[in-house]
């Protein structure tokens, strides 16, 4: 009687097991977090898990090439460039597998910009000295912008969004709305319409499309 009881109690567990297993792991799915975060008015939750995805590039614009602070050439003072430093860029494995084979991102594809100041510059054009030569190297974390791709929602800027959380050092701004025409989406207008809004030419491995 009692190896008869004990089957019967070992039977049940194992039948409890595989419900939970069976049940279990939609939960799971159902709660992972998209790459983008939609609030109720339209904004957007600053990305986050983005420097796990594949780093395209990073393309440079100091500011002492730009008539920023540290080239003082302008009429009345100094200026600032548009954005500081190095941009560095970010998009999802499966987005950047898409493009490649098909020369589009699809929908819902996320491109994060996290921007970088040059360290610490001892020369009038940004640069500075280290054991390797005299360059350019990345410093504090200064700001992120992000661009997605709904059709629907962006009609009138080419099917993306743009979405700055702030210039600055850290901590970012936890949300943003949508920018104006002028301020984002006007100059990919004007210049990458013809790839997919995206600056395609100075991410190598978008742009040469290498075969590994």
């Known amino acids: 009687m ?26 799971a799915a159902q709660t992972e977090q998209s ?3 939609f609030n109720a008015d339209g904004t957007v939750q ?16 100091p500011e002492g090439l730009n008539d920023g602070k540290y080239n ?15 941009h560095h860029v970010y998009i999802e494995q499966k987005n950047v597998d898409a493009y490649l084979k098909t020369g589009e991102f699809p929908e819902g594809t996320v491109i994060v910009k996290e921007l970088t100041r040059v360290l610490n510059p001892t020369f ?20 992120i912008d992000m661009t997605v791709k709904d ?8 099917g993306w969004g743009f979405f700055t959380f702030g210039h600055h050092p850290l901590p970012y701004e936890k949300t943003s709305a949508d920018r104006p025409v002028t301020e984002c989406a006007g100059c990919h207008i004007a210049n990458v319409a ?14 040469d499309k290498p075969g590994y």
Do not use: H
């Not at 003082?72 to 190095?86: A, D, I, K, M």
């Open 35 to 37: 790459s983008v975060v």
């Open 2 to 27: 009692q190896k008869y009881l004990l089957t019967i109690i070992v039977g049940l567990g194992l039948a409890a097991s595989a419900v939970y297993l069976v049940v279990a792991k939609p939960v």
């Open 46 to 61: 600053v990305p986050t898990g983005f420097r796990k995805w594949v780093f395209v590039g990073a393309p440079l614009t």
């Open 194 to 207: 013809a790839t997919d809004m995206t600056w395609i030419q100075f991410y190598p491995l978008l742009r």
């Open 124 to 143: 009038p054009d940004s640069s500075r000295k280290e054991p390797s030569g005299r360059g350019y190297f990345n410093g504090q974390y200064n700001g």
């Open 72 to 86: 003082c050439n302008q009429p009345g003072g100094c200026t600032r460039s548009n954005f500081p430093e190095y």
């Open 151 to 158: 059709s629907k929602r962006f009609a009138k800027t080419n």
